[in-house]
């Protein structure tokens, strides 16, 4: 008696019939699935934070969760010093990509962003940061849908602006195939280089008249929120550690501003002191003069006193 043969699977290829293939300059987060999924289809981003955060950080943490249909999130950190961790939460939780809040002083909020688990990583220090809840502005999109990414020119004028342009890429950039996101973009992205820093806008894209879609010179853009500005500190080669690839020579610590803000400050009460010093030398040095009237009316005084 014959035993029956295992059967073999052989992979599928699946492309539309009459379909063109890609066209040079397509985005990789737009390319055709054609046999196994395109790495960047399997993007995903863990969310998490250290302890300390303030009420401002957490409502941009909660918005960029809404953001980012492709992201986790992850619970509070309970050390600021072994970042490497993240590393592991983010393998566990079969995530790509990664987003740490690191907040110092309950003042200052710094940002990394790495690729796990072989980097590269930046770190950004967030500065002028205005959540959705806080500006109530007019716009508003489809939670899920996927974004329009939009960048300023001079991100490709040097070398560790291309690398942030990729990640920024990678990690704001919806995939097609991801079963949170929504089939089409309704809203837009901006990334403006200004300053040496990062300017992040949010806009709606809208159409008054639903049958002009193809009139691009009619839509509009409606600011949804929330704003923030990156400020890159430095660029590691691994995720979270690494040698450095890049130095922001112009980053001044807040810890410095903060400092020469003391320092003003105090500068005037030091004034202040040597006016009262050298008055007080000047009156020992020019001793005035007795007031020949100045025993007058003293008896007088003295009287009424009594």
């Known amino acids: 008696r ?10 599928l290829r699946v492309r539309d019939m009459g379909e063109e293939g890609p066209q040079d300059g397509a985005s990789a987060l737009d390319r055709p699935l054609a046999g196994k ?8 981003v863990l969310l998490l934070c250290t302890r300390g955060v303030t ?12 953001l980012l249909p492709h992201s986790k999130r992850e619970n509070k950190l309970d050390t600021k010093r072994d970042r490497e961790v993240v590393n592991e939460i983010a393998e566990l939780k079969g995530c790509t990509s990664s987003i740490l809040f690191e907040v110092r002083k309950r003042m200052d909020l710094y ?9 590269p990583s930046v770190k950004f220090h967030v500065v002028n940061i205005h959540t959705m809840a806080e500006l109530k502005l007019t716009g508003n999109h489809l939670h899920g849908s996927r974004p329009l990414l939009s960048f300023h020119g001079s991100f490709d004028q040097q070398p560790h602006l291309q690398l942030l342009k990729e990640m920024l890429c990678q990690i704001f950039g919806t995939p097609r195939s991801h079963h949170k996101a929504k089939p089409f973009h309704d809203h837009v992205f901006s990334f403006t280089l200004a300053d040496g820093r990062i300017w992040f806008r949010n806009y709606q894209i809208v159409l008054d008249d639903e049958r002009k879609r193809t ?14 500005v990156l400020n890159p500190v ?16 112009d980053y ?5 501003v903060r400092s020469e803000l003391k320092k003003g400050q105090s500068s ?19 001793v005035p003069e007795p007031d020949e009237f100045a025993e007058l009316w003293q008896q007088y005084d003295d009287q009424d006193d009594a």
């Not at 940002?111 to 980097?119: A, C």
């Not at 001044?252 to 410095?256: D, F, G, I, K, L």
């Not at 009460?269 to 010093?277: D, R, S």
């Open 55 to 66: 009420f401002r950080h957490r409502h941009l943490f909660q918005d960029l969760l809404q």
């Open 37 to 44: 999924a395109h790495a960047h289809e399997k993007e995903k």
């Open 234 to 249: 430095k660029v590691f080669a691994g995720s979270f550690k690494g040698r450095t690839l890049y130095e922001n020579p």
């Open 215 to 228: 009139a691009l010179d009619e839509l509009k853009l409606m600011e949804v929120g929330p704003r923030f």
């Open 252 to 256: 001044v610590s807040p810890n410095t």
């Open 268 to 286: 005037k009460y030091a004034t202040k002191v040597k006016a009262k010093k050298r008055r007080k030398t000047h009156l020992d040095r020019h």
């Open 2 to 11: 014959r035993r029956p043969q295992a059967c073999r699977l052989l992979p």
């Open 111 to 119: 940002m990394w962003m790495g690729k796990t688990p072989n980097g």
